[in-house]
C-alpha cells in the first residue's frame, strides 16, 4: 500500500478521535437544574389561569359625587428688594462696620438672596452692581412672605483678624 495515501487517512481518524474526546458530555450543574427548573415553573403559572369566581348578587354601588379638592399652593416668591438705602459690606468676611464695606445700594434695586447669616438680622446677597456676594442687614430688605428662607444655606462670617486673600 502507498504510504502518501495512508498518512492523510491516519491523519484524519487522529483529528475526529481528538475531536470526539474534546466534546463536553458533562451533565448541567444542580445550579444550572434548578435555575431551569423554576423558569420551566413561571412559565407554566403564567399559562394558567385562576379559576373565575362563581357570580354572586351584590347591591349595585351608588356613586356619589364628590366636590374636587383643591389644594392651596403659594404664588411664586418675588425677588426681594432693598427697602432703603443700605450698606452691603464685602463678600466672606463679614457684616457690620469691622468689615470692609463694598457699596452701597439704592432703595428699590431687586436682589438675590444666597445665604443666611448665622449674625441673626444679616442675609448675604448677590451685589446688584458688582455681582459679588455681600452682607446686608435684614432691616433693609423687603422679603416675600412666601419665599422659603429654609432652602437657602446659613453662612458664618469669617473672623476678624483672618488675612484678607
Known amino acids: 500500500m502507498n504510504l502518501r495515501i495512508l498518512r492523510p487517512v491516519v491523519f484524519g481518524l487522529i483529528v475526529i478521535l481528538l475531536v470526539a474526546a474534546c466534546a463536553s458530555n458533562s451533565t448541567p450543574s444542580s445550579a444550572d ?6 423558569a420551566q415553573g413561571v412559565a407554566l403559572a403564567r399559562t ?11 347591591a349595585t354601588p351608588t356613586h356619589t359625587a364628590l366636590p374636587p ?3 392651596p399652593t403659594k404664588p411664586p416668591a418675588k425677588p426681594p ?23 452701597n445700594i439704592e432703595a428699590g434695586e431687586q436682589v ?18 458688582f455681582y459679588q456676594r455681600c ?3 435684614s432691616v433693609n430688605l423687603n422679603v416675600d412672605p412666601n419665599m422659603d428662607l429654609s432652602q437657602i444655606p446659613l453662612m458664618t462670617p469669617i473672623p476678624l483678624g483672618t488675612p484678607n486673600p
Open 135 to 137: 452682607w446686608i442687614q
Open 69 to 71: 379638592t383643591v389644594t
Open 112 to 129: 438675590q438672596i444666597v445665604g443666611v447669616g448665622s449674625v441673626p438680622g444679616w442675609y448675604i446677597i448677590i451685589n446688584p452692581y
Open 33 to 38: 437544574q434548578q435555575a431551569t427548573n423554576v
Open 81 to 103: 428688594v432693598v427697602s432703603t438705602f443700605a450698606a452691603c459690606w464685602w463678600g466672606p468676611w463679614g457684616p457690620g462696620e469691622n468689615y470692609h464695606l463694598e457699596s
Open 48 to 58: 394558567k389561569t385562576a379559576l373565575a369566581p362563581t357570580a354572586t348578587r351584590t
